[in-house]
């Protein structure tokens, strides 16, 4: 009786220790999502102040501002527009301009005509 009152004993205190070292790891986990959800809420709030701030620097009169007072630009007004004539720039689909035209023009201008009494 003496062994196995002795053998109970010592299991009595590995489980004891077992409890105080689980319960330990859980305070210790506990701490750690709490830390986890006060930066998640933090992060949160940042993330909302950011999205705050570029929709109030994307906005059209604030852009405006910008450009007139840090980039010195002015509106476009019909008096200071210069116009540009007799400039004659590539076709974007490779054929010469003197060409006259691709297939396509030729079909519609042909179609045209034979659509005209």
């Not at 305070?27 to 950011?50: D, G, I, K, M």
């Not at 396509?104 to 009494?117: L, Y």
Request: aromatic share 6%; with cysteine; charged share 20%.
């Amino acid at each position: 009786m003496n062994r196995l009152t002795f053998f109970l004993l010592g299991a009595l205190i590995l489980c004891a220790l077992s409890l105080v070292s689980a319960q330990h790891e859980a305070r210790t986990l506990f701490v750690a999502l709490e830390r986890e959800q006060s930066e998640e809420r933090q992060l949160e709030t940042e993330w909302s102040r950011l999205q705050y701030q570029q929709s109030a620097l994307s906005k059209s009169a604030r852009i405006a501002d910008a450009a007139r007072a840090q980039l010195k630009m002015s509106p476009v007004s019909p008096g200071r527009t210069q116009y540009l004539q007799g400039i004659v720039l590539p076709r974007a689909d490779g054929a010469a301009a003197g060409e006259g035209g691709d297939g396509a023009d030729k079909q519609q201008s042909s179609a045209n005509a034979e659509a005209r009494p």
